[in-house]
């Protein structure tokens, strides 16, 4: 049967599904959260009391929703060529409002400054910057196809524009963020036709400066040698969010101790309706349900290369490419740290966590990569780079032959 859908039906009910699981699991685990932001100077807050809002959270989650959708909506019917032209000035637009953040940017209790406060509201500029790394690296490499495998014209220039958005992200203190960007920007680089030379170069450089940044900022190495001490017994933040996320995890089991039943989420583990919500939902549902969330983005990712690998114009191929990486490297870095596997790193889950520049900038990110889906040729367009050992550049649905 034809699909009645001109998008990719898969990777929209994909999307659907966690959104509707992100405002459930909110629903259930906010309620602690909701009451301490409605009634912090009530000694004994009750659902009950008149002054307690034990829904905050959901109400807020789902007027930013709201947004969200609204955004997803256009981003999907505006043209392609749109996005094109304004990768360009909104990249300046973004690396202006970073720049602004580090002067006047708020903290809200955490060790990141990156947020602004916009008429009694909060902004993240650093989640829209993954948009607008993607949408001029897309651009740039469609433009440079002659110059990508050169050291001076390719990888020098490629660093520059790299370096110019993520080192005021490095400033605010966002390492997660920082790690989100430079995956995203390589994995672009990569497919874009960079020699492996040049990766190789990259990854080393990152190596070293991943290290830097561990020996020398204490919070990032508290972090690190917390996640070294998970199975011990700790009492350093970060060793205790990364222990008290495994004990979510394991305390639910495989059929979970049911909604609004999490303990940790009261008590424990911090941040259990943003950073670590996978974790309070596994002690909730347990690892059956759970494994649905990890499927939903495994579609997407599936989905989301697929596109890439049908789409028509090298720029659109890229584009594609890159808002797959961002939404599924997120999903799977959040999931990592949840699980123990990463160290804490401060990103949300897409679609799911309670935060709203992350929600809004992700369903524009679905919306051009739906919008990208129903313009992708018919014809079997294989995105296995692994036929040789060169990476292959992508020029209007076909990947040049080295």
């Known amino acids: 049967m034809k699909n009645v859908f001109k998008f990719d039906t898969p990777l929209f009910l994909s999307v659907v599904f966690l959104l509707i699981f992100g ?23 009750n659902c009950s009391d008149a002054n307690v809002d034990c829904y ?53 209790g955490t060790i990141a400054q990156n947020w602004l406060v916009l008429f009694n509201t909060s902004l993240q500029p650093s989640e ?36 110019i958005i993520i080192l005021p992200i490095i400033m605010q203190n966002d390492f997660g963020g920082t790690l989100t960007l430079a995956l995203i920007a390589v994995s672009m680089y990569f497919m874009a036709g960079a020699k492996l030379q040049h990766i190789g170069v990259l990854l080393l450089f990152g190596i070293i400066g991943m290290l830097i940044v561990i020996l020398a900022v204490p919070h990032v190495r508290e972090r690190f040698q917390g996640f070294t001490k998970v199975d011990e017994e700790c009492v350093e933040d970060y060793c205790w969010q990364s222990q008290q ?39 909730e549902l347990g690892f059956i349900k759970i494994v649905f969330v990890i499927l939903a983005y495994f579609v997407i990712a599936l989905r989301g290369y697929e596109i890439a690998s049908k789409s028509q114009g090298s720029f659109e191929t890229l584009l594609a490419i890159g808002l797959t990486m961002w939404i599924t490297v997120q999903a799977f870095v959040n999931i990592a740290v949840n699980t123990g596997l990463f160290p804490v790193t401060g990103i949300t889950l897409p679609f799911v966590s309670y935060g709203g520049s992350s929600l809004i900038s992700c369903l524009v990110a679905v919306g051009i990569l739906l919008n990208l889906s129903q313009n992708t040729s018919h014809h079997e367009n294989s995105i296995n780079r692994w036929g040789n050992r060169r990476s292959h550049y992508p020029q209007y649905g076909r990947y040049r032959r080295n």
């Open 23 to 45: 405002l459930v699991m909110i629903t259930s685990i906010g309620v602690p959260k909701s009451i301490a932001l409605s009634a912090p100077d009530i000694l004994y807050p």
């Open 128 to 163: 829209f910057a993954k948009l607008a790394i993607i949408l001029y690296l897309a651009y740039w490499f469609s433009k440079k196809q002659a110059y990508i495998e050169d050291f001076k014209q390719g990888l020098i220039p490629f660093c520059i524009i790299c370096g």
């Open 56 to 108: 905050l959270l959901f109400k807020k989650h789902l007027f930013r929703l709201g947004i969200g959708l609204l955004a997803f909506y256009i981003s999907y019917k505006l043209p392609i060529k749109f996005w094109r032209k304004i990768a360009t000035p909104f990249y300046g637009a973004i690396v202006l409002m970073l720049l602004f953040v580090l002067v006047f940017g708020s903290t809200f």
């Open 245 to 283: 996320a495994n004990i979510a995890v394991g305390s639910g089991g495989a059929f979970g101790k049911g909604l609004t039943q999490g303990v940790q989420k009261s008590y424990w583990l911090p941040q259990a309706s943003d950073d670590f919500i996978f974790a309070a939902s596994a002690e």
